[in-house]
Nanobody, 125 residues
Framework: QLQLVESGGGLVEPGESLKLSCTAS????????IAWFRQGPGKEREAVSCSGSDGTPYFGDFVKGRFAISRDNAKKTVYLQMNSLKPEDTGLYFC???????????????????WGQGTQVTVST
């Protein structure tokens, strides 16, 4: 079982950067894919990025090269570096851990077993 805690959110202006962290406690972190989802005001939850258990990165189409994801298994932490932020990136960012993808796309929330409480990102002038 994993417990996930997000940090690093905040208020930034358009074009600026933020680095989010998702830190886990519990066992088996190395075997889990860790994904980031977000939910903006009045919007549905959407998948942002994922680091597979082997470190393979995945990104939503809207990222368009602006974000990078990395993981440090020794620290049980996954990082989401977000650059060139836009107002539409505003939202509550959650990380989630999934073990058995079972044929689902990385972006499907259904196969993620554990979720954090989220960290708020606000992009505004």
């Amino acid at each position: 079982q994993l417990q996930l805690v997000e940090s690093g959110g905040g208020l930034v202006e358009p074009g600026e950067s933020l680095k989010l962290s998702c830190t886990a406690s519990g066992s088996g972190f190395d075997y889990y894919a860790i994904a980031w989802f977000r939910q903006g005001p009045g919007k549905e939850r959407e998948a942002v990025s994922c680091s597979g258990s082997d470190g393979t990165p995945y990104f939503g189409d809207f990222v368009k090269g602006r974000f990078a994801i990395s993981r440090d298994n020794a620290k049980k932490t996954v990082y989401l570096q977000m650059n060139s932020l836009k107002p539409e990136d505003t939202g509550l960012y959650f990380c989630a851990a999934g073990w058995n993808q079972n044929g689902n796309p990385w972006s499907a929330a259904v196969w993620y077993d554990y979720w954090g409480q989220g960290t708020q990102v606000t992009v505004s002038t």
